[in-house]
Structures are given as structure tokens and as C-alpha cells.
């Protein structure tokens, strides 16, 4: 939804501004008289779904630097992402749509590329630099390109470093030096993990299934668990949450009552000791207590697993219904620029990493970190609901809030998340 970046932290942006979605949920659409040869006259609409004041700035940045250089004209439109989510569907079936529309790679993408309803961007990506064969390979479906990365972020175990100073603990590297830490926090009278899963962001907890799943049975069993070649019910998936009981005692007991940024609240203010989140945390942080943060790898399980991380890759895609096709991949074609992609940054919270890779990043410290642990990944996964299905998100957010509040119940819960997962891949 994660940066600012173009969705899982447009999702997290979006939440205090939800309103009521109606007809195109305040799309922009593809006003203007056709021009010839087919193609309507006025600016490219560019619909976004980044609503918090800085996200929302650095886009139109982003617009702005584009339009400076004349010719072509870009325009910005911008709502909620709950209502965004919930109008993609409409926006890409009109036949008067938004021509560019931010969002994020993967399933989703993918879905509706094979609908016919994203357009070929293949154009823009013929002799691209500064892109990764990765990124290449993220941005494909069926031989052609139907998406233009923009940036990507990371996970990691978010602490003060002030806080773990006081306590006397250090960033731990395996599992079991994770629950000694987590043990001498609790001993402190604070709590050592925080959560932040309640109604509005229940799908916090899927980075914890994810990296425990990747640690214990690697990328390439978490896909095609999440695209229905498994089971849940699965004795390898049943080890991550008997991997998992064994921290759940230094939870927060109220993290699945908690916002993702009541979490963060919790965690700032040293009610909390950690926090599985991902670099939009900092979008949230008050600037004097950013250089106070740090975060170290999710734990080793098993050290003969390749280490994977989660990298969520946002950007852009066009619709294939798009009345202004030559302008539309003139603007694509200048989002993957270097200046581009620096216009946004430079006005953006700075907590995420440039899709093109000879971009200059905030380069603080923390992110440096970051893109070094990226770098040395043996793979890289995106998010529960984007290696699946946004379909498939709510199964995972009910059994894994259950699994937190019961454990006791993980067979039950195991069994009843492959009904549900079931009836979603056979829909």
C-alpha cells in the first residue's frame, strides 16, 4: 500500500481520509476533444491514491517538474486509498479512464493485466538503464511490461537506539538471541514487541507470517503457498506458527486493538521495545526523533535458509482504455528518469529507495542500511496481499489476528484459513 512509497504506504496514508466511494470515487477522467489519429486532447490524468499532505506534495512535485518542461502536460487527482482500492476495478473498465494510475507490482498487477485492461509499456522499457533485470522481471507479464517501478522499501525490526542502550541489549542476529532480548526488555517492565493489527490495519500482521514463512521454508514455498500450490493446513506452514508461539509471549496483548500508528506511538514514546513495520514508519515519525531510529534483519530460524526480505515495489501503470496512448507513455517514459525520481524524493518523508538505481536516495544512514540488506538478499518478496492477491489478504487477517489472540486454536484456525483461502482460488 507500503515508500513515501506508491502504495502499501499510500495504503497507510490514505486511512485517516476514507470517505464514501461513489461512482469513479473522484476519479479524474480522460476529459477533452479527440484529437487525430485518436487521441483526446488535454493533460494525462494521473490518479493517485497517496492522500496524506506529503505524499500528496511530492506527487504533485513529481507532476510539476514534468510539466516545467513543456509540451505534454501531466495532470494530478487524489483520494483516499481505501476508496482508490475499491474504485481500481471501476477506473480501469471505464471507457473514459484515468490514462496513469499509482498503485503496485505483483498479483494484482498481473490480474489485471490479463483482463486486458493495463496497457503495454513495453515502449518505455526498450534500452531502460538503471533498472535491475529483477525489476524487469517484477514489472512482466506474459512477455511484455505492464508496469513502471518507482521506488521500493523495506521491513526490518524498527527500536530507539537510545531506548536499547538503556536496556542494555544489542540487535540480536538469530532467533534465539531475539527472545533473550525480548526477555531482558520484559524484564525492563516493557513490553518488547508491538503491533499495531486492529480493524484498520489488520494486515501488520502478515510481516510476521511472511518472514517466518521465508525463514523456515524459503521465497519459493511462500508463493506458491500464497498462489494455491499448498496448503495452509500444511505441516510446513504449521512449524511457522509453532516457530511463532514461542515469541508471542512478549506481544503487546493489546497490539490487535492498536492502529499501525498507535503502535508507533507506543514504540516512540518506550511503551513498546520493537517493531516488525516497514520504512513508512518514519513517514509517521516526528523529525527529531528520526535520527533515534534503527532496525536489524528479522531473525534467522534456520541458518541454512537463503535470507529473503521484503522489498514492496510501488509505481505506476496506464490503462490499456487510455484515449491519450503517445502522451501516456511519454509521461511513464519521464517517471522512470532520474530527475523524476528525485523531484519526488526530495519532497517526499525520504524513508523509501529509487526504483532507478543511479538515483540519489535521502542517503541517511538507516536507509543506507536498508538498501545494503536489499543488495545482499539471496530474494526478494513483496507483501502477503501482493505475492497473492488483495482477494486473499482478508483470509490471512482473520486467521493470523485469531492465531495472535488463541493460540492454542492453530489447528483449527489453520484448517478453517484453507476453506477460506480455498473458496478464493476457485472463485
Given at each position: 500500500?507500503?515508500?513515501?512509497?506508491?502504495?502499501?504506504?499510500?495504503?497507510?496514508a490514505g486511512l485517516g481520509a476514507v470517505g464514501a466511494a461513489t461512482a469513479l470515487g473522484g476519479c479524474v477522467t480522460s476529459t477533452g476533444s479527440q484529437a487525430a489519429g485518436g487521441s483526446a486532447s488535454g493533460p494525462v490524468t494521473l490518479q493517485s491514491n497517496l492522500s496524506a499532505p506529503s505524499a500528496k506534495a511530492a506527487m504533485q512535485a513529481l507532476v510539476d517538474?514534468f510539466n516545467k518542461k513543456g509540451g505534454t502536460q501531466a495532470s494530478l487527482n487524489t483520494v483516499a486509498s481505501e476508496t482508490f482500492r475499491t474504485q481500481l476495478p471501476t477506473y480501469l473498465t471505464s471507457a473514459n479512464p484515468p490514462d496513469v494510475l499509482t498503485w503496485y507490482a505483483g498479483s494484482v498487477a498481473r490480474s489485471y493485466a490479463g483482463k486486458n485492461l493495463?496497457?503495454?509499456?513495453?515502449?518505455?522499457?526498450?534500452?531502460?538503464?538503471?533498472?535491475?533485470?529483477?525489476?524487469?522481471?517484477?514489472?512482466?507479464?506474459?512477455?511484455?511490461?505492464?508496469?513502471?517501478?518507482?521506488?521500493?522499501?523495506?521491513?526490518?525490526?524498527?527500536?530507539?537506539?537510545?531506548?536499547?542502550?538503556?536496556?542494555?541489549?544489542?540487535?540480536?542476529?538469530?532467533?534465539?538471541?531475539?527472545?533473550?532480548?525480548?526477555?531482558?526488555?520484559?524484564?525492563?517492565?516493557?513490553?518488547?514487541?508491538?503491533?499495531?493489527?486492529?480493524?484498520?490495519?489488520?494486515?501488520?500482521?502478515?510481516?510476521?507470517?511472511?518472514?517466518?514463512?521465508?525463514?523456515?521454508?524459503?521465497?519459493?514455498?511462500?508463493?506458491?503457498?500464497?498462489?494455491?500450490?499448498?496448503?495452509?493446513?500444511?505441516?510446513?506452514?504449521?512449524?511457522?506458527?509453532?516457530?511463532?508461539?514461542?515469541?508471542?509471549?512478549?506481544?503487546?496483548?493489546?497490539?490487535?486493538?492498536?492502529?499501525?500508528?498507535?503502535?508507533?506511538?507506543?514504540?516512540?514514546?518506550?511503551?513498546?521495545?520493537?517493531?516488525?513495520?516497514?520504512?513508512?514508519?518514519?513517514?509517521?515519525?516526528?523529525?527529531?526523533?528520526?535520527?533515534?531510529?534503527?532496525?536489524?534483519?528479522?531473525?534467522?530460524?534456520?541458518?541454512?535458509?537463503?535470507?529473503?526480505?521484503?522489498?514492496?515495489?510501488?509505481?505506476?501503470?496506464?490503462?490499456?482504455?487510455?484515449?491519450?496512448?503517445?502522451?501516456?507513455?511519454?509521461?511513464?517514459?519521464?517517471?522512470?528518469?532520474?530527475?523524476?525520481?528525485?523531484?519526488?524524493?526530495?519532497?517526499?518523508?525520504?524513508?523509501?529507495?529509487?526504483?532507478?538505481?543511479?538515483?540519489?536516495?535521502?542517503?541517511?544512514?538507516?536507509?543506507?542500511?536498508?538498501?545494503?540488506?536489499?543488495?545482499?538478499?539471496?530474494?526478494?518478496?513483496?507483501?502477503?496481499?501482493?505475492?497473492?492477491?488483495?482477494?486473499?489478504?482478508?483470509?490471512?487477517?482473520?486467521?493470523?489476528?485469531?492465531?495472535?489472540?488463541?493460540?492454542?486454536?492453530?489447528?483449527?484456525?489453520?484448517?478453517?484459513?484453507?476453506?477460506?483461502?480455498?473458496?478464493?482460488?476457485?472463485?
Open positions: 500500500m507500503t515508500t513515501t512509497g506508491f502504495s502499501r504506504r499510500g495504503f497507510l517538474s493495463l496497457l503495454d509499456v513495453s515502449e518505455v522499457w526498450n534500452g531502460l538503464a538503471g533498472y535491475s533485470d529483477a525489476l524487469k522481471q517484477l514489472s512482466t507479464d506474459s512477455g511484455k511490461q505492464i508496469f513502471i517501478p518507482a521506488s521500493y522499501y523495506f521491513w526490518g525490526m524498527f527500536y530507539r537506539k537510545s531506548n536499547f542502550a538503556k536496556w542494555g541489549v544489542t540487535a540480536p542476529t538469530t532467533w534465539a538471541e531475539f527472545l533473550q532480548v525480548c526477555e531482558t526488555i520484559k524484564s525492563k517492565g516493557v513490553t518488547p514487541i508491538g503491533l499495531g493489527a486492529d480493524n484498520s490495519t489488520p494486515w501488520v500482521a502478515s510481516g510476521w507470517f511472511d518472514y517466518l514463512n521465508v525463514r523456515i521454508n524459503g521465497a519459493n514455498y511462500h508463493r506458491e503457498l500464497l498462489a494455491g500450490k499448498h496448503s495452509f493446513a500444511d505441516p510446513q506452514v504449521h512449524k511457522v506458527f509453532d516457530q511463532w508461539k514461542t515469541a508471542l509471549p512478549y506481544f503487546d496483548p493489546k497490539g490487535t486493538a492498536l492502529s499501525f500508528q498507535d503502535a508507533t506511538t507506543n514504540l516512540l514514546q518506550g511503551r513498546t521495545g520493537m517493531m516488525l513495520i516497514g520504512t513508512f514508519l518514519l513517514d509517521t515519525t516526528p523529525k527529531e526523533d528520526v535520527d533515534d531510529i534503527d532496525f536489524f534483519r528479522f531473525p534467522i530460524v534456520d541458518p541454512n535458509m537463503p535470507l529473503v526480505e521484503e522489498a514492496p515495489t510501488d509505481g505506476f501503470y496506464a490503462s490499456a482504455h487510455t484515449q491519450r496512448k503517445p502522451q501516456t507513455l511519454e509521461f511513464l517514459k519521464y517517471l522512470t528518469t532520474v530527475e523524476a525520481q528525485e523531484a519526488y524524493l526530495k519532497s517526499s518523508a525520504g524513508s523509501s529507495l529509487p526504483a532507478n538505481s543511479t538515483a540519489k536516495d535521502s542517503g541517511t544512514p538507516l536507509i543506507t542500511k536498508g538498501k545494503e540488506m536489499l543488495n545482499k538478499a539471496a530474494d526478494l518478496t513483496q507483501f502477503f496481499n501482493r505475492d497473492s492477491s488483495d482477494a486473499l489478504q482478508p483470509t490471512a487477517d482473520a486467521a493470523l489476528i485469531k492465531f495472535i489472540q488463541h493460540p492454542e486454536q492453530i489447528d483449527s484456525i489453520l484448517t478453517d484459513w484453507q476453506s477460506a483461502a480455498k473458496k478464493v482460488w476457485t472463485s
